[in-house]
């Protein structure tokens, strides 16, 4: 069993960053891929990120990339999401994610997280 706990949702200004984190729990994190999701209000929810196990693969919705930053770390079993140039439509509560296997299709992700909302006001 994997848990996933989320931190660092915000009120930010259009323009500035956050940095999310996902802790994860168990000793089978350095074999997950992991990945962020959004849930904007009255949308479906959508994937942002993904990171496979190794940190050698990325995968980036084209909506953030250039201004978004998935990174992990093994040893503190943690994801990350370094969100830069942030806009309104960015307002989302967004969700951690992790899978066995290389895997992008959100349906595949079997663990998740509470999610954390990130509110970008213009």
């Known amino acids: 069993q994997v848990q996933l706990v989320e931190s660092g949702g915000g009120l930010v200004q259009a323009g500035g960053s956050l940095r999310l984190s996902c802790a994860a729990s168990g000793r089978t994190f350095f074999v997950l891929t992991m990945g962020w999701f959004r849930r904007a209000p009255g949308k479906e929810r959508e994937s942002v990120a993904t990171i496979s196990w190794s940190g050698s693969t990325t995968y980036y919705a084209d909506s953030v990339k250039g201004r978004f930053t998935i990174s992990r770390d093994n040893a503190k079993t943690t994801v990350y999401l370094q969100m830069n140039s942030l806009k309104p439509d960015d307002t989302a509560v967004y969700y951690c994610?992790?899978?066995?296997?290389?895997?992008?299709?959100?349906?595949?992700?079997?663990?998740w997280g509470q999610g954390t909302q990130v509110t970008v006001s213009s």
């Open positions: 994610a992790a899978v066995f296997g290389w895997e992008i299709r959100e349906s595949e992700f079997r663990y």
